[in-house]
């Protein structure tokens, strides 16, 4: 027998109990229907906390400025390491600028979204330059807090202001769960280094977590070229504003109106003499 929650329900003729239930059992399934449609999304959440993760997306930096300052690099620069932190699928520009130059360095890529580690992988299998690592960059302890994110969000205006800071938070709380059901202690960064016995990468691309920019740089400062995207967010905009301050380094390349911005470091042979 078929039936339907939101249904009209009809008692049989002089059955007080059914004229008693039938207004609350009605409103019960009708609040019931609504609350399920209406709260499908937070459910859906709920019950799969790892679901922005869990997807493969289209890559961000593509077919515009940053695109083309990376590719060329990547095309000319006399280095023999590449770090991108943050590959995803792989569709960006690295690769591509990487394949033309002369001294064929290598090419780490750390990506901590398992569905898209694995199209990584297949994308690069026939590569022997390339190396895929399935890792988050820094351990869960070097994240920043919710009070944190919160004091950032409140004091610093900045285009993360754009999204509510409920989804800022809710950004925070499913890469600490994700990173938590991975290996909360791993370092990725460290890992590669030690693995491939290296001192200092040649360029590295910062453009991971959300939340994770403060901690990678910490890991890759001194490499020769330093890239940042998103320095108008938590992401880089610290990152930018310390390399902007570090006479070390210098200044390459900046657009603060592409998408959220990016900026691109390069390590100074001699540091820069001072006035007396």
Not at 154 to 169: C, G, K
Request: net charge neutral; glycine share 6%.
């Amino acid at each position: 027998m078929g039936g339907n929650l939101g249904g009209e329900l009809r008692p049989r003729s002089g059955d007080r109990r059914a004229d008693i239930l039938l207004v609350p059992v009605s409103r019960f399934a009708r609040s019931l229907e609504s609350t399920l449609r209406s709260g499908s999304q937070k459910l859906r959440r709920r019950l799969l906390p790892f679901s922005d993760y869990d997807q493969t997306i289209p890559p961000e930096i593509v077919n515009d400025e940053f695109y083309e300052v990376i590719r060329t690099l990547a095309r000319t620069a006399t280095v023999r390491t590449v770090l991108e932190i943050g590959s995803s699928t792989g569709e960006g520009s690295t690769r591509e600028g990487l394949s033309e130059n002369p001294v064929r360095p290598r090419l780490f890529c750390l990506e901590v979204s398992h569905p898209r580690y694995k199209e990584l992988v297949a994308r690069y299998a026939e590569n022997p330059l390339v190396t895929c690592y399935n890792l988050t960059s820094v351990p869960i302890s070097r994240f920043p807090t919710e009070a944190e994110v919160i004091s950032f969000y409140r004091d610093r205006p900045s285009q993360l202001n754009r999204v509510p800071l409920r989804e800022v938070l809710r950004w925070l709380r499913q890469d600490l769960r994700y990173v938590g059901r991975l290996n909360a202690s791993q370092n990725g960064i460290e890992a590669i280094k030690t693995e491939h016995s290296i001192d200092r990468f040649g360029i590295v691309l910062i453009d991971g977590s959300e939340f994770s920019g403060p901690a990678e740089l910490d890991e890759v400062y001194g490499a020769d070229y330093i890239l940042l995207d998103d320095i108008g967010t938590f992401k880089n905009l610290g990152n930018y504003e310390r390399l902007l301050a570090d006479p070390t380094y210098r200044l390459r390349a900046c657009n603060k109106t592409l998408r959220n911005g990016y900026a691109v470091f390069e390590l100074r042979i001699e540091a820069p003499a001072t006035s007396l």
